[in-house]
């Protein structure tokens, strides 16, 4: 899909923007070992752009992203520069204001539709209440707007669904629910963490697609998680690539697969069919993402990249512009892929 | 899983499982304290005759509900006070530790043994015999374990001797039903299957083979098993069905305290006390050991 | 729902049959001449006693005195009692409502703290509160209730005066037992003071007996609410915007409470074993006082009845228990 959308991030003021993150903390255990789980972050979405966050599992996207819905719980802690949301400040917001843009303004979807769904209450109780909290919508009305979601999810004999329970549902149908249940007060920003993962291979293409039209439609800020970059490659107008916590590339679209400007955005790349042709093979990366007890001094990628300088291993390189975006690594790859160094 | 009963020999890397398990139940710190408990209590039950300050039925007719030694009127003659008979109750319950303790030891083994066998048998013989153990283990389940105790007592009369057998059956299902439980899992595993192939008799299969796999809910259960049956029988003997007087038994002392509830407090407290802090003890280590043996089965804490 | 309930049949009736066995068996396994038992005389005239011996079937072999036995309790023909000469069945008829009464009472107690309890546990996992109502509910679980009965009389009745020793109501007042439900005949009764009198009478007995189940229920309730809390559902509902006690008490606890109710059907038979305890210690008069006292007056025809209805109720207790199991769980309700 070709972006007709184009953002320069540079300038973008925080008020403008519907999502802004400024260097992000998320910290879990306490004492001589607390473990970063995400450092320093920084993410800017626009009203009705579609921003991929990719990484491999342990990257930091999902709880990223928590931390912004103000789920991360009390062993956790979130500590950031900024995090607003269509310009009203999150950090100082009492828990009553936040919920109720939580849920109604910002929603989320997650991995497994299924477990998402409480067992225990009919899918049409589940989106009644949402309906009833931010909307205080209760009754016929609420029943005919619950009809008139499950429509828009595209969820065939819908009125028969509503008093179904979660195990009575496929997988793919519990995910239409859930995202029923996002849009319900049709947010400004929907969150959806790797909503096909747990899909088969059909329906993941289904509900792409119903997540892209219903963007489309109302014009909502998508923030897609997942590890399938190719999905980005389709939907996506930004993409921001995770490693260890920390953002170590960002990028408009078209920029990001023609051009990577990381090693690791480049590995990534690699690893899918259609990117890798032509293009000199590169080997997947050996290793895995650091954890709690073996974060490396220095670049967290430099373990594993197969650039590696003796200064990856002892400085930790800052997120630096780009042509059009930004990377984390001190020798940025060319145009033709290769390390600046030489 | 390995089981503690196994012993190997310490290697560098890999503890013992005795080790292994010690360092779990060690690290539990209420576990630990109640097994020091129960170990002083042992001690005290086996040395009764000697540390007793007196004979746990000898009247001091001089010295009826002498209050205990901290309490107004009391004196450091009877440290916990006398009862209603003058007798002194600090020597009362250090023997009856070793009636409770005793009929805790008996009853748990009259009932662990026939009980595992049972499972075992249960659990090799699935179609008829299991079915039939099993069911009869559903009746004695449907009335609860004080309930039955009660009625077997009722038959065989009261005592120290019955209340034993009346605790053996009673907790003889949860024995059979786990020991099955276990052993059905043990079956499907790949080591049983070859050793069933190398040729190991049934006999050699239950008890060498299968048996040490589950011996670890087994021993938890014993704990706890031990700890209510201390409990029944301090109900038995409350209820006048299980030891006699003067035998000095803590629910049969408290039956006869009742009469004392407005002028002697420390004849109802005492006994009460003992009974809480022995079942709170082996409850303690029930949990702890629960959690060192199995991970499976640790709770959420 | 239909294929569950005829499948707990399936193993209730054998266990109800075999309880039955158990009964009758109780009668033959006492020392001493049956006829002489099921009579409670010594020394009894030779013509007497053969009259007696047929009249109460024993002189039929055993299977044929078991299906007599068993024909009898499909008649609801118990047995009749030697001390009093009443019915089985109709005694304990007039006395299983006292029982009633202080199980739901004590059960109630226990619902209410123990669902609290677990839930302030869990929520506040790993700190002091969670300690402190932790070690509480195992010392109480630990309780011998006969004890924590006596401790409270002394406590509550004796020292702070505040409550009755014993029975059910003042004995100045005269309730026509209608439901045979104290709380509920003082109030048919009109008479303020005799509802205040009974709901003092009921208070200190249903706190002992409901102590135990309350412990039980609190650990469970804790567990299941740590396993409920972990899961994706209830990261859904905080998704929502919903208030934190509106996650906990809705979409929480009703999954928590599936292992609770299995648990609380347990502790059924608990409590009626508690009963026999506790309704000794308050001199209530239910049908644990009336079981140990027909066993101290070797009342046998009381005892072999009250045990088999005891395991009856319990029964049937438990069977309810799993119908309600299904009634909250939808996977067992809506199971294909």
């Avoid at chain 2, 390995?2 to 290697?11: R, Y």
């Avoid at chain 2, 009826?64 to 009862?83: H, Q, V, Y």
């Amino acid at each position: 899909m070709p972006t007709t959308h184009t953002l320069d991030i540079a300038n973008a003021g925080g008020s403008s923007m519907l999502l802004d993150i400024k260097n992000l903390d998320v910290t879990f255990g306490a004492g001589d070992n607390p473990f970063r789980a995400v450092a320093g972050v920084d993410l800017q979405v626009a009203p009705g752009e579609i921003v991929g966050i990719v990484g491999e599992s342990g990257s930091g996207k999902s709880v990223t992203m928590l931390a912004a819905m103000g789920l991360i719980d009390a062993p956790g802690r979130v500590t950031a520069d900024r995090l607003s949301f269509a310009g009203r400040d999150l950090l100082t917001m009492k828990p009553r204001e936040k919920r109720a843009i939580v849920g109604a303004e910002i929603s989320m979807i997650f991995q497994d539709a299924q477990t998402s769904l409480n067992p225990a209450y009919a899918v049409g109780d589940q989106l009644l209440e949402t309906l009833a909290e931010h909307q205080n919508l209760k009754g016929a009305a609420a029943r005919a707007r619950v009809l008139e979601l499950l429509e828009q999810v595209e969820i065939p004999d819908a009125k028969s669904r509503l008093s179904a329970y979660p195990h009575q549902l496929s997988g793919g149908m519990s995910q239409r629910v859930m995202i029923a249940m996002a849009i319900a007060c049709n947010p400004k920003l929907l969150i959806a963490d790797e909503p096909t993962t747990a899909l088969d291979v059909t329906v993941q293409a289904q509900i792409m697609e119903l997540l892209v039209n219903l963007q489309r439609q109302n014009n909502m800020g998508l923030i897609l998680i997942t590890h399938d970059l190719a999905v980005v490659a389709e939907v996506a107008q930004r993409v921001v690539v995770m490693y260890a916590g920390e953002v170590v590339e960002q990028s408009p679209v078209p920029d990001i697969f023609n051009t990577p400007r990381h090693p690791y955005t480049q590995a990534l790349l690699c690893s899918i069919p259609e990117h890798s042709k032509g293009a000199e093979r590169l080997a997947t990366l050996s290793g895995v993402v650091p954890g709690r007890y073996d974060r490396p001094k220095g670049c967290l990628l430099s373990p594993r990249c197969p650039y590696v300088q003796p200064v990856c291993h002892n400085e930790h390189p800052l997120l630096e512009a780009t042509h059009r975006g930004s990377a984390r690594c001190f020798f940025a790859l060319d145009d033709a892929g290769r390390p600046s160094h030489g | 899983m390995n089981t503690p009963l196994q012993a190997t020999l310490p290697t560098p890397d890999f503890p013992s499982p005795l080790a292994e398990f010690w360092r779990g139940f060690a690290r539990n710190r209420g576990a630990s304290a109640a097994l020091a408990f129960m170990l002083l209590l042992a001690l005290a039950a086996l040395f009764a005759p000697w540390i007793a300050p007196y004979s746990p039925i000898e009247q001091y007719r001089d010295a009826l509900l002498t209050p205990p030694a901290w309490a107004e009127g009391g004196s450091w003659r009877f440290i916990l006070g006398s009862d209603e008979l003058g007798r002194d109750i600090l020597s009362r319950l250090l023997h009856g530790a070793r009636i409770s303790l005793w009929i805790g030891v008996v009853s748990v083994l009259c009932s662990m043994i026939p009980g595992v066998v049972l499972g075992l048998l249960a659990a090799f013989y699935p179609t008829r015999l299991g079915i039939l153990i099993m069911r009869l283990m559903d009746i004695m389940m449907a009335l609860p374990s004080l309930l039955l105790a009660v009625a077997i007592v009722a038959v065989l009369g009261p005592g120290l001797g019955n209340t034993m057998i009346a605790l053996a059956i009673v907790s003889l299902p949860s024995y059979v039903r786990l020991t099955r439980a276990s052993a059905m899992t043990e079956l499907t595993r790949d080591y049983v299957v070859a050793s069933r192939l190398a040729g190991a008799g049934t006999l050699r299969l239950m008890f060498n083979t299968v048996l040490p796999n589950c011996m670890a809910p087994i021993i938890v259960q014993a704990t706890l098993g031990f700890s209510s049956a201390i409990l029944d029988a301090a109900a038995l003997g409350f209820l006048g069905l299980g030891a006699q007087p003067p035998l000095p038994e803590w629910g049969t002392m408290l039956a006869a305290a009742r009469d004392y509830l407005e002028s002697a407090w420390w004849v109802v407290t005492m006994p009460g006390l003992t009974i809480v802090l022995t079942v709170l003890a082996l409850n303690l280590m029930g949990d702890g050991l629960r959690d060192a043996l199995d991970p499976r089965l640790k709770q959420n804490d | 729902m239909i294929q569950f309930l005829l499948k707990r049949l399936g193993v209730v009736i054998p266990t109800f049959l075999g309880i039955t066995v158990l009964a009758f068996a109780l009668i033959h396994v006492i020392p001493g001449d049956p006829v002489l038992v099921m009579l409670g005389e010594r020394n009894i005239d030779p013509t007497y006693y053969r009259e007696a011996m047929h009249r109460l079937g024993l002189d039929l072999p055993l299977w044929q005195q078991y299906l007599h036995y068993l024909g009898n309790l499909l008649q609801g023909d118990l047995g009749t009692s030697i001390k009093t000469n009443i019915p089985v069945l109709q005694e304990f008829l007039a006395l299983f409502p006292a029982t009633l009464e202080l199980s739901l009472a004590a059960m109630g107690f226990a619902l209410v703290f123990g669902l609290a309890a677990g839930i302030v546990a869990a929520v506040k996992r790993g700190t002091v509160v969670d300690h402190t109502v932790m070690g509480a509910a195992l010392t109480g679980y630990s309780m011998p209730i006969f004890w924590w009965g006596l401790i409270l009389i002394m406590v509550v009745s004796v020292h702070l005066g505040l409550t009755p020793v014993s029975g059910r109501i003042d004995i100045e007042y005269d309730i026509a037992p209608i439901t045979g439900l104290m709380l509920i005949d003082t109030l048919i009764s009109g008479e303020p003071g005799a509802f205040v009198s009974a709901l003092e009478h009921l208070i200190l007995p249903a706190i002992v007996l409901g102590t135990i189940p309350l412990a039980v229920i609190a650990r469970m309730t804790r567990s299941a609410m740590l396993e409920v809390l972990r899961e994706d559902y209830i990261r859904t509902a905080r998704a929502k915007g919903l208030s934190r006690s509106r996650v906990i008490l809705k979409h929480a606890l009703r999954n928590a409470l599936m292992p609770v109710v299995t648990v609380i059907g347990l502790q059924v038979g608990t409590m009626l074993a508690g009963a026999v305890l506790t309704e000794t210690i308050f001199s209530w008069p239910g049908i644990g006082k009336w079981l140990i006292d027909a066993i101290g007056a070797r009342d046998y025809p009381v005892v072999q009845g009250g045990i088999l209805l005891i395991a009856s109720m319990i029964i049937l207790v438990n069977l309810l228990v799993d119908l309600l199991y299904g009634v909250i769980n939808p996977r067992i309700r809506h199971a294909r």
